[in-house]
């Protein structure tokens, strides 16, 4: 299951440019002022006045254009998507695939010789 865009994201903007990190003590940050230290807090929207809704806000964006219309992020399935294949697997994909057009072949009465 793919993860959902987070506001904490350094990808993530608000569109209304209200997005702000509250901290324990109360004090509002500004995302880049947030993203530099290691603070715990929460994502407030400064618009509604309330917490951070992320991807489901109609004003929730992605900077790499990666949030999906669900809200989840694109580039965490890019980055399953990219696993690579040993040579082993490679070698019994091509194999698997030789034998089913050899079948076809038969089934239309060319064989392997005739090639």
């Known amino acids: 299951m793919p993860n959902m865009c987070r506001p904490d994201c350094p990808y993530f903007r608000c569109l209304k440019k209200t997005l702000a990190f509250k901290t324990t003590s ?11 230290g ?9 618009w509604a006045n309330d917490l951070c ?3 489901r806000c109609q004003y929730a964006s992605c900077v ?6 669900d809200g989840t992020c694109g580039l965490e399935l ?3 998507a990219s696993r690579v294949r ?4 490679e070698a019994l994909a091509l194999e ?6 050899r079948d076809k072949l038969k089934k239309i009465g060319i064989s392997e010789i005739d090639l």
Request: proline share 7%; charged share 40%; aromatic share 8%.
């Open 26 to 36: 109360g004090r509002l940050l500004k995302p880049r002022e947030y993203r530099r």
């Open 38 to 46: 290691s603070r715990r807090a929460i994502a407030w929207c400064l």
């Open 53 to 55: 809704q992320g991807p």
């Open 64 to 69: 790499k254009h990666a949030m999906k219309p």
């Open 78 to 80: 890019l980055e399953k």
């Open 86 to 89: 040993s040579i082993e697997e």
């Open 96 to 101: 698997h695939e030789y034998s089913r057009i």
